[in-house]
Nanobody, 118 residues
Framework: QVQLVESGGGLVQAGGSLRLSCAAS????????MGWFRQAPGKEREFVAL????????YYADSVKGRFAISRDNAKNTVYLQMSSLKPEDTAVYYC???????????WGQGTQVTVSS
């Protein structure tokens, strides 16, 4: 089992930046990738970004390409989401999730609130 703890959310004005962190602990050696998701009020949870632990390959939702950057620090078992040029529509609770060797997300963090004011 992997435990995930997100941090770094907050309130920011449109056009501003925030960096989210997700620290993983527990049985992390078999993890394939880490993803970020978000859920806005009244909407379904949606994929934001993903990074593989070994090769560092990254994938992004079209809505955040060019504005968000996902990175990892293997030594710290931590994944980051650098968010820039934030828009009010980025307002959501952001979750990190760990993808196991079966390519399914089997561990989730508690979420961190990001609010972008116009």
């Amino acid at each position: 089992q992997v435990q995930l703890v997100e941090s770094g959310g907050g309130l920011v004005q449109a056009g501003g930046s925030l960096r989210l962190s997700c620290a993983a602990s527990g049985r992390t050696s078999s993890r394939y990738a880490m993803g970020w998701f978000r859920q806005a009020p009244g909407k379904e949870r949606e994929f934001v970004a993903l990074i593989t632990w070994s090769g560092g390959n990254t994938y992004y939702a079209d809505s955040v390409k060019g504005r968000f950057a996902i990175s990892r620090d293997n030594a710290k078992n931590t994944v980051y989401l650098q968010m820039s040029s934030l828009k009010p529509e980025d307002t959501a609770v952001y979750y990190c999730a760990s993808m196991g060797p079966g390519r399914d997300y089997d561990s989730w963090g508690q979420g961190t609130q990001v609010t972008v004011s116009s």
